[in-house]
């Protein structure tokens, strides 16, 4: 199967984890509409819609429709997105008994059930939480579904690489072949760990480490030459850059500000803008408050 990889053209507009809070997602859209910028601008989601916020259903029908709304934009692959899509089988495959355990006992689901099924899951027994992920997938409209289980793992520009997480030093494919593997969307059987690392100590055949397995990658990814690494996954209390990465998940879905990172192009200096009104540029240079 041929994946095919989206390739943004600047400005681009980055947006943190939503994680259900489509309130903190409308207010930045707000102000994101009235730049300059925005009718020219691509957008990049950097995962998990899901889970947490208060109105998951809304939040995911939003994005959606943006991204309708501006071609050539995206939504990369984050790991509560492949928590739930493997979990309840939303892309048509056998459900993963191993993915349902630990969604079940590692996720913040509920607020996800609340906003499709109306109601809590069961989470004891398992059988009872499995007939609740079924009943879960079949409540969700159908074009959800396909959405979150087609959602790719990378999203890249001329001067940026954008992704849930980011590419690990303790694996012994290089950067050029890591970003290959996220395009093609392959991991178990592609990637081999060093020998002694915490990844081989940890490797998981079914969770990849780009999408969220190891934190550590977040804040120290394998640097890609030519490539600035922008990504969410792991709470910021501020916008986090260097000449390696930028980290832009300053809200986990649990309070604001949501964030966007505003790129103009390879090279040029971030711009951030919050759901709360605030604007940053460069980072940690305030020059605003609306």
Same mark, same amino acid.
């Given at each position: 199967?041929?994946?095919?990889?989206?390739?943004?053209?600047?400005?681009?507009?980055?947006?943190?984890?939503?994680?259900?809070?489509?309130?903190? *997602?409308?207010?930045?859209?707000?102000?994101?509409?009235?730049?300059?910028?925005?009718?020219?601008?691509?957008?990049?989601?950097?995962?998990? *819609?899901?889970?947490?916020?208060?109105?998951? !259903?809304?939040?995911?029908?939003?994005? @959606?429709?943006?991204?309708?709304?501006?071609?050539?934009?995206?939504?990369?692959?984050?790991?509560?997105?492949?928590?739930?899509?493997?979990?309840?089988?939303?892309?048509?495959?056998?459900?993963?008994?191993? @993915?349902?355990?630990?969604?079940?006992?590692?996720?913040?689901?509920?607020?996800?059930?609340?906003?499709?099924? $109306?109601?809590?899951?069961?989470?004891?027994?398992?059988? &009872?939480?499995?007939?609740?992920?079924?009943?879960?997938?079949?409540?969700?409209?159908?074009?959800?579904?396909?959405?979150?289980?087609?959602?790719?793992?990378?999203?890249?520009?001329?001067?940026? *690489?954008? *992704?849930?997480?980011?590419?690990?030093?303790?694996?012994?494919?290089?950067?050029?072949?890591?970003?290959?593997?996220? !395009?093609?969307?392959? @991991?178990?059987?592609?990637?081999?760990?060093?020998?002694?690392?915490?990844?081989?100590?940890?490797?998981?055949?079914?969770?990849?480490? @780009?999408?969220?397995?190891?934190?550590?990658?977040?804040?120290?990814?394998?640097?890609?030459?030519?490539?600035?690494?922008?990504?969410?996954?792991?709470?910021?209390?501020?916008? &986090?850059?260097?000449?390696?990465?930028?980290?832009?998940?300053?809200?986990?879905?649990?309070?604001?500000?949501?964030?966007?990172?505003?790129? !103009?192009?390879?090279?040029?200096?971030?711009?951030?803008?919050?759901?709360? $009104?605030?604007?940053?540029?460069?980072?940690?240079?305030?020059?605003?408050?609306?």
């Amino acid at each position: 199967m041929t994946i095919p990889t989206t390739v943004l053209e600047y400005p681009i507009f980055a947006i943190g984890d939503v994680h259900g809070q489509t309130v903190f *997602l409308q207010r930045l859209l707000t102000q994101l509409r009235c730049l300059p910028e925005w009718k020219a601008a691509r957008i990049v989601f950097l995962g998990d *819609l899901v889970d947490r916020g208060p109105d998951v !259903r809304c939040a995911v029908q939003t994005v @959606w429709e943006l991204l309708a709304e501006k071609p050539g934009s995206v939504c990369v692959m984050g790991n509560h997105d492949f928590a739930l899509v493997r979990a309840a089988g939303l892309d048509d495959q056998p459900p993963s008994p191993s @993915w349902a355990k630990r969604y079940r006992d590692n996720y913040d689901h509920a607020a996800t059930f609340q906003s499709y099924l $109306g109601r809590e899951p069961r989470r004891h027994p398992f059988e &009872d939480w499995c007939e609740d992920l079924a009943a879960l997938r079949e409540a969700m409209p159908e074009d959800h579904r396909h959405f979150l289980a087609h959602l790719p793992w990378l999203a890249e520009s001329a001067g940026h *690489l954008f *992704l849930h997480n980011g590419l690990s030093p303790e694996l012994e494919e290089p950067a050029s072949v890591q970003w290959e593997l996220l !395009r093609q969307q392959k @991991w178990h059987g592609y990637v081999h760990p060093r020998l002694g690392t915490e990844t081989a100590f940890h490797y998981n055949p079914e969770y990849p480490v @780009w999408l969220g397995a190891d934190k550590r990658l977040s804040a120290h990814p394998l640097p890609v030459p030519g490539r600035v690494i922008v990504s969410g996954h792991v709470r910021v209390p501020t916008p &986090d850059g260097n000449a390696t990465r930028i980290r832009i998940d300053t809200s986990g879905g649990m309070q604001e500000p949501l964030t966007a990172c505003l790129l !103009r192009g390879p090279g040029e200096p971030p711009a951030f803008f919050f759901s709360n $009104g605030e604007s940053v540029s460069p980072i940690g240079t305030k020059i605003g408050t609306k």
